[in-house]
């Protein structure tokens, strides 16, 4: 099956240092010694809501695969490059050819499969998996395209698969994201250093100047030398630390913004991840192929069962793919929503809550730019974790999107409207009119997974008691989109923390936008803001579940 199936299949060594260390990281942060401040926020909802932090059953309520990350996060070992960057997986030697013989046309349903030989600088074939390559395959005539599947033999070699879902021309395109040797640096600094980046906390008294100090998810990556100031979101129970300010008290801090990028790699690092060996496409192993209609089909698209979209519905792998431009689901029928009428339409009577990082800001911009009767309520956008709010009184519609709270890089943003998304959900009624929006993922690939994984048991938790509360909320779970290619973001951590969002929420009735595969099927740049036609189709799926039929 897909890249993620591909890879437990493969699943055979433990890297049991990575668990160890995760749980270390994670103790340390789960029993911190320091003082505990309360941030400023309403009540509890519940005492439900007010304990599963602390309770011992937060582990009991993750699904099985999310404690079990050695499990989830496999990825095949690197044995090193033995510091010859020659060594290294190269796009210029690595190739592809065909699986089986050339054909003079392609049957539309079927499968198009290659073979992947990874090379090194000098043309040597690899013995090892573990390298990063993304294929598509693309129908550049008719604006189609979709993702391949790309299954790690782990001995050099890679089987690349593509399912033949439109009738008409068609080109394979492999890329080279990262050498196993970069990928090796990318875990090693995931799993052995802490944060990769800081955080700056602005503290204000009644008098004197702001007092400016390092803050961060632990409380030694705050760089502070005696004590630290703890926070504690008081529904969540997510922490988060700040160095003591010279002067004023631990509950003056105000404001949060982005701080510096820690150095993390060495100058060897630096070259295994550097621009030439990054996202690099090989050299054509395949010529273009025909794809043509099954004899007894007059159809040029092969398309899904026509299941109305719902949460809880399970997707195939790929979920679905481009064809003149419209994604098209493979999992449920998904509908275009082309016109400011036709997206209000959907939307009256409903209030969508948004709640992530600005991938999903993209979302409430795109609504707001297209529906013109949707009208800003731009109180706040001085501030980039929002809340933003637009609202069509006629319709009855409100959208708002705030950002999820720490660790957010961010402009200067005051602390009180960082809300975390667990207090956020604690405070929904949910309801037939109720949407819910989460996207996160893009600003915790700077951490160890221990951060997210914790993160995403109180979200999961709170989801699950929203819909125990009330069953027809509809929550859509965007997932992350491809884009970043350093050593703080890259689409290899991206990868890892799209396996722990489907695993934090397996087993809960959630639909899933895949904003990956959707950022992964056209000829287009990779980035971490998609442009509109990619957020478009987003969109479109959104209000698909929103509106099936
Ligand atoms: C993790 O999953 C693997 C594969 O299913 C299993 O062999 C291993 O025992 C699991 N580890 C734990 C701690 O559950
Ligand atoms: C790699 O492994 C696959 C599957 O086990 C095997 O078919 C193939 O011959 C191997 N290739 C090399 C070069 O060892
Ligand atoms: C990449 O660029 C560096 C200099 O920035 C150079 O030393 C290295 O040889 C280049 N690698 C390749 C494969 O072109
Ligand atoms: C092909 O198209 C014709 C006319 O549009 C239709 O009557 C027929 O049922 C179609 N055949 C199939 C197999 O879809």
Known sequence: MGLFMGQFKCYKILTMGLV?????????????????????GPRPASKFASNFMESPSLFDSLPQALTNLTYLLYWPPTPGDGGNLLASTSPRTSTYHLRSPARASYTLGGHLEAILVARDHWGKPKTHGGDLFRAQLLGS??????????????????LLSFPLLWAGRAQVQVRLIHSSEAVGVLRRIWTEKGATVDFKGYFRGLEGPEEIVICNV??????????TCQYRDAVSGELWFCAQPPTLPCNSLVGHSSGRYLKVTTQHDEHLLARNVTDKVLSQGISPILVRPAATSNTTLTLSPQLP???????????????????????????????????LGCLAGRIVHMMGDSTLRQWWEYLRDTAPSLKPV???A??????????????????????????????????ASLHSVVRELAGLAGGPHTVVVLGLGAHFTTFPPSIFVRRLAGIRAAVMALLAREPSTLVVIKLANTGYKSVYGSDWFTLQ????????????????????????????PDNIHPVKLIVRNEVDLLLSFICPT
């Open 497 to 524: 923390v799209n396996r722990l969002l489907r695993a934090a929420f397996s087993g809960v009735r959630v639909a899933f936008v895949d904003a990956w595969e959707m950022t992964s099927s056209l000829p287009l």
């Open 378 to 380: 731009d109180l706040h």
């Open 309 to 343: 979209c719902r949460p809880g519905l399970l997707f195939p792998k790929p979920s679905g793919f481009y064809h003149g431009n419209v994604w098209r689901s493979l999992g449920c029928s998904s509908r275009s929503f082309p016109t400011a009428d036709s997206i």
């Open 218 to 227: 632990d409380p030694q990556s705050t760089g502070a030398k005696k004590a």
């Open 20 to 40: 160890f260390l995760i749980w270390i990281l994670y103790l340390k942060m789960f029993w911190p010694d320091s003082i505990t401040y309360r941030l400023p």
């Open 141 to 158: 005539e008719l604006n189609a395209g979709v993702p391949g599947d790309v299954q790690d033999l782990e001995n050099g070699t890679y």
């Open 382 to 415: 001085l501030y980039q974790a929002g809340p933003l709010m637009a609202v069509d009184t006629t319709r009855g519609i409100v959208l708002h999107w705030r950002a999820h709270s720490w660790p957010l890089r961010s402009l200067r943003t005051p602390v």
